[in-house]
Nanobody
Framework: VQLQASGGGLVRAGGSLRLSCAAS????????MGWYRQTPGKERELVAT???????HYGDSVKGRFTISRGSTENTVYLQMNSLKPVDTAVYYC???????????????WGQGTQVTVSS
């Protein structure tokens, strides 16, 4: 499975961005996709996940501000980020697989990461 993430950039606090992730290859093996983020010196942090059935889960720090959704084709997932804050600044990674849990270590496939920078 290959993951191609896009949509990062620079935005001012309070603004919005939408990230996209397209999966290709053996997508039949995927039961869920998600987004994680990471800043230097810290572990990869859960942002949001969505299962093939459409069930979603969000990290506490983004609840009510971010929305994960699937595209018209099941191999595409989006992350709509609203009311962005400087603390949301990170490299955002798309993930896919059949994770038994929400920790980053359980995901099989990762995209290349896209930088999101929120200025104050």
């Amino acid at each position: 499975v290959q993951l191609q993430a896009s949509g990062g950039g620079l935005v001012r606090a309070g603004g919005s961005l939408r990230l996209s992730c397209a999966a290709s290859g053996s997508i039949f093996s995927i039961s869920a996709m998600g987004w994680y983020r990471q800043t230097p010196g810290k572990e990869r942090e859960l942002v949001a996940t969505i299962t093939r059935a459409g069930s979603t889960h969000y990290g506490d720090s983004v609840k009510g501000r971010f929305t994960i959704s699937r595209g018209s084709t099941e191999n595409t997932v989006y992350l709509q980020m609203n009311s962005l804050k400087p603390v949301d600044t990170a490299v955002y990674y798309c993930a896919a697989g059949r994770p038994p849990g929400l920790q980053a270590k359980f995901w099989d496939h990762w995209g290349q990461g896209t930088q999101v920078t929120v200025s104050s």
